[in-house]
Each structure stands twice: as structure tokens, then as C-alpha cells.
């Protein structure tokens, strides 16, 4: 930085002052040492004065420099602070004029929005309206209306042609809702043609005469009509000529697109067969059960009869001492209550514990042939649900293997699948209940038995213990 003036002349002072100090001193120092070196004689008084006049000069100068400065930075921050609002003004206005941009924006973005989904919406329209135009154009087509056909109303606007659909569904409306007659072909249940008359009413039903058939008639699939085994000939034939108010069946349809079949009574062969190989081995199962519960019935009837009878019949030998007659008469019995109290009989001299270890031996050795089938007959009930169960699920798997393959349009691949799934359950129950109840009842039969052969044994061993305690009392 370069100086001038009175700042230089000040600067130059305090340069030359400190210089002017050092000789002073270094002359004071001479003038001990050396006494003939003399001092050099003091600085005037009014240079003194000069150098102070300078300070003051230079200190005058400095603060109105100062002040300067000063002013210099006010207006310098007053005019900064003026950039800085005219620079946020602008920056304010900016972000204005952004946030309109971005709601325009915005805006701009819903309409286009809007009529993208208003494109879309009117080509679902045309696509829907094409569709009706062709389904309407096959269903006229039927009746031999071809108008939706032509070249004139492929040249019409949307509005008109809908106008010209509703005018031609409407008079086809007024012409299948009224009854008429004409010529026709119909179709008897083996397939033959018949030519003959046909009675129409609207397009719900209709009636049908010709070589020597009247009947009621119902849609054979194709636009073509079928005999339907009801109704009276006599009073078809005459509504068809004359129209008399004689009650007579009705077959009511919606279309003629579809066959109606004739529903068939199914008979038990047939419900057997709807439940596939799994229907076929639960009846097979059931007929088993049957013939198990059958024999064992036999057998518990053959060892169950006279039982009680029988104890008494052989107490009263046994009293009487006549125990070689009671095993003949038990050995032309022949049945497992004769055998049991033929044991006891036999060991009659041997004391009652002994007695009653061979009673239970015996009735333990009859037991395996009152329980015969027994076990076989539960074994049957128990497995004729699970049976039908696992044919549940192998219909619901094969009717989801259908959907999977052909979808849910036609019912009739369903049919098969679900037919399985439900008969083999109502098979598996219509075995299971019955046997599980003839069984139990049977095995409630079989545990009687043995308590009745008990019964019996402990009854003549009874008699001779008290036949024995007579004849000690009497000896």
C-alpha cells in the first residue's frame, strides 16, 4: 500500500524518533566515558512542536478517514440491502409463477387423464355395441330377418342403427307373443322326422300334430322341436285344430338353441354306477356285512336257544343224583350251553373253585364261536364312511381336473365328478349305519349267551353242592 502526504511524514516521524533516542543515549554514554567527545546540543523546542502537530495532523486525517469508511459501509449495506429485496422479490415472483405452472400442469395432466379414460371408455362402448349389432344379427337371423346385414345399415351411424335394432326387436316381440300356427317339421324321441302342423305360443311352447302324433313339444337343440312324453293327443289335437279351452299339459323352454332331455327314474343300479369302482366295492362291502350278520345270527340262534330252559331241565337230574342221564340228555343237545354245563357236570366230585376255573374254561373255549364274523361286521361299518370318503375326493378331484381342462361353461362335465363325490358318501353311509347297528346288537346277543351259560353252570353247580350238604346232614 502506497502512502502520501502527512500519513508519510507521520510514519517517517516515528521511523526518525526511535533513531534520534538511540543517539541521544549513545552520546550521554560517550560523553561518561569519553569526556572529550562532547554532546551534541538539544533539538530545538519548536521541532519538538512539529512532530506533536504532525500526530495531531495525521490523527485528524485518520478519523475523518474513518468516518469516511464508515459512510462508505453504510451506503454500502443500505444498497446491498436494497439488491437483496429487489433479488427475493424476483425470487418470490419465480416461485409464483412456478406453483401456477405446476397447478396448470397438474390440470393439464387430469384432462389428459380424462380423456384417455373417455378413449377408452368409448372404444368399450364400440366394442359392446359391435357385439350387440352381431348377437342381434344372429338372433334376427334365426327368424330370416336379415336386415342387420345389408349394406345400408353398415353405411348408418351408431344412433341409427340402434334405432333400426329396436324397431326390428320390437316387432319380433309383437310376432313371437302372439299364438300362431303354421307348418313344421317336429322329431319323435327315436329321431324320426315328422311333417305336420305346429302350434306356437309366443316363444315359450308350442304343440305339434302329424301322422298320427299330437303332443306337447320341447326344444331337440338347433331351433328344432322334440315330442315330450306328456300330455293327452286327443286334447292337443284339439287346441291345434279349434283352439277349445281344455286344460292340457305345457312344456315351457327359453330356447330352442339347447336340448331338454327327459329326466329318467334312476333305479338303484344306476346310482350304484354314478358312484363309479368305489360305489361298486361299498355295496360289494355292504353285501358281506349283510351275509356275516346273517350266519351269525344262525349261530347265536342255534346257541341261544333253551338256555334257560336247559339249567333248569339238568338242576333237577343233578338233585335227583341222576348225573349219567343229564350228560346224555346235554350230548343230544349239541349247542354251547349244553357243552358248558356238561363241563361242570363232569367235574361235579372236585371242589367249587376247581368247578368254577373249568366253567370259565369252557365258556372261554365257546367264546371264539359266539364271536365269530363279530369283529369282521365293525370292520366293514368302520370302513364303508372312509370309503365313501376317499370317493368324495377322488370325484372332487376329477371335477377339478375338468375345470382346469374345459372351465365351468358346460355342467354336464361337471356331472360326472360330483356324482361320484356324492353318491359314494350317501353309499358309504347307507352300509355303514345298518351294520353298525346289527353288529353291536349281535356282539349284545353274544355277551348274553355267555352270561346265560354262566348262569346255568353256576346253577347245577349250586344244585350239587346243595344234593352233598343233604347227604353229610343225613349220614
Given at each position: 500500500m502506497r502512502l502520501s502526504g502527512?500519513?508519510?511524514?507521520?510514519?517517517?516521524?516515528?521511523?526518525?524518533?526511535?533513531?534520534?533516542?538511540?543517539?541521544?543515549?549513545?552520546?550521554?554514554?560517550?560523553?561518561?566515558?569519553?569526556?572529550?567527545?562532547?554532546?551534541?546540543?538539544?533539538?530545538?523546542?519548536?521541532?519538538?512542536r512539529s512532530v506533536e502537530e504532525a500526530y495531531q495532523r495525521e490523527f485528524a486525517f485518520l478519523e475523518a478517514q474513518r468516518r469516511e469508511l464508515e459512510k462508505l459501509i453504510e451506503q454500502t449495506k443500505a444498497r446491498n440491502a436494497q439488491a437483496t429485496a429487489t433479488l427475493q422479490a424476483e425470487v418470490d415472483g419465480l416461485q409464483r409463477a412456478v406453483v401456477r405452472l405446476d397447478s396448470r400442469a397438474d390440470q393439464v395432466n387430469e384432462q389428459v387423464n380424462a380423456s384417455e379414460e373417455q378413449a377408452l371408455a368409448n372404444a368399450d362402448n364400440r366394442a359392446i355395441l359391435a357385439a350387440t349389432f352381431q348377437?342381434?344379427?344372429?338372433?334376427?337371423?334365426?327368424?330370416?330377418?336379415?336386415?342387420?346385414?345389408?349394406?345400408?345399415?353398415?353405411?348408418?351411424?351408431?344412433?341409427?342403427?340402434?334405432?333400426?335394432?329396436?324397431?326390428?326387436?320390437?316387432?319380433?316381440?309383437?310376432?313371437?307373443?302372439?299364438?300362431?300356427?303354421?307348418?313344421?317339421?317336429?322329431?319323435?324321441?327315436?329321431?324320426?322326422?315328422?311333417?305336420?302342423?305346429?302350434?306356437?305360443?309366443?316363444?315359450?311352447?308350442?304343440?305339434?300334430?302329424?301322422?298320427?302324433?299330437?303332443?306337447?313339444l320341447a326344444p331337440a337343440g338347433g331351433d328344432r322341436l322334440k315330442v315330450w312324453p306328456a300330455g293327452e293327443?286327443?286334447?292337443?289335437?284339439?287346441?291345434?285344430?279349434?283352439?277349445?279351452?281344455?286344460?292340457?299339459?305345457?312344456?315351457?323352454?327359453?330356447?330352442?338353441?339347447?336340448?331338454?332331455?327327459?329326466?329318467?327314474?334312476?333305479?338303484?343300479?344306476?346310482?350304484?354306477?354314478?358312484?363309479?369302482?368305489?360305489?361298486?366295492?361299498?355295496?360289494?362291502?355292504?353285501?358281506?356285512?349283510?351275509?356275516?350278520?346273517?350266519?351269525?345270527?344262525?349261530?347265536?340262534?342255534?346257541?341261544?336257544?333253551?338256555?334257560?330252559?336247559?339249567?333248569?331241565?339238568?338242576?333237577?337230574?343233578?338233585r335227583e343224583g341222576r348225573h349219567d342221564e343229564a350228560m346224555e340228555y346235554l350230548r343230544n343237545k349239541k349247542s354251547a350251553p349244553a357243552r358248558v354245563v356238561a363241563a361242570s357236570i363232569r367235574n361235579l366230585d372236585k371242589d367249587r373253585d376247581h368247578i368254577e376255573d373249568i366253567v370259565s374254561e369252557a365258556i372261554l373255549h365257546e367264546s371264539p364261536h359266539l364271536n365269530r364274523f363279530g369283529i369282521f361286521i365293525l370292520v366293514i361299518a368302520a370302513v364303508a364312511p372312509l370309503l365313501g370318503l376317499l370317493g368324495t375326493v377322488t370325484g372332487m378331484i376329477s371335477t377339478f381336473d375338468i375345470i382346469t381342462e374345459f372351465g365351468t361353461g358346460d355342467p354336464k362335465l361337471l356331472s360326472g365328478g360330483i356324482a361320484i363325490a356324492l353318491v359314494t358318501t350317501e353309499l358309504g353311509l347307507i352300509v355303514a349305519i345298518p351294520l353298525l347297528l346289527l353288529g353291536n346288537m349281535l356282539s349284545s346277543w353274544s355277551e348274553g349267551i355267555k352270561d346265560q351259560m354262566e348262569k346255568a353252570a353256576l346253577h347245577v353247580i349250586n344244585v350239587s353242592q346243595d344234593r352233598k350238604s343233604q347227604l353229610r346232614a343225613a349220614a
Open positions: 502527512p500519513s508519510a511524514a507521520l510514519i517517517a516521524a516515528f521511523l526518525v524518533l526511535p533513531s534520534l533516542t538511540a543517539a541521544q543515549e549513545t552520546s550521554e554514554g560517550e560523553t561518561t566515558t569519553s569526556p572529550a567527545v562532547q554532546a551534541p546540543p538539544p533539538a530545538p523546542a519548536p521541532q519538538g348377437q342381434a344379427g344372429v338372433t334376427l337371423e334365426q327368424y330370416n330377418i336379415g336386415t342387420l346385414d345389408g349394406e345400408a345399415f353398415s353405411n348408418m351411424t351408431d344412433d341409427q342403427r340402434v334405432a333400426v335394432l329396436f324397431e326390428e326387436g320390437a316387432a319380433l316381440i309383437e310376432k313371437l307373443g302372439t299364438i300362431r300356427r303354421e307348418k313344421g317339421v317336429f322329431y319323435t324321441a327315436d329321431g324320426e322326422e315328422i311333417a305336420g302342423d305346429i302350434l306356437r305360443i309366443g316363444n315359450i311352447a308350442a304343440y305339434g300334430r302329424g301322422a298320427g302324433v299330437s303332443s306337447v293327443p286327443d286334447a292337443v289335437n284339439g287346441v291345434i285344430s279349434n283352439g277349445s279351452g281344455q286344460l292340457i299339459p305345457v312344456f315351457l323352454f327359453e330356447s330352442l338353441a339347447k336340448e331338454v332331455e327327459t329326466k329318467k327314474d334312476k333305479t338303484p343300479i344306476d346310482v350304484i354306477n354314478d358312484g363309479g369302482t368305489i360305489g361298486w366295492v361299498i355295496v360289494s362291502l355292504g353285501a358281506i356285512g349283510l351275509i356275516l350278520c346273517l350266519l351269525r345270527f344262525v349261530f347265536l340262534r342255534g346257541a341261544s336257544t333253551g338256555a334257560g330252559k336247559l339249567g333248569d331241565r339238568v338242576g333237577e337230574m343233578v
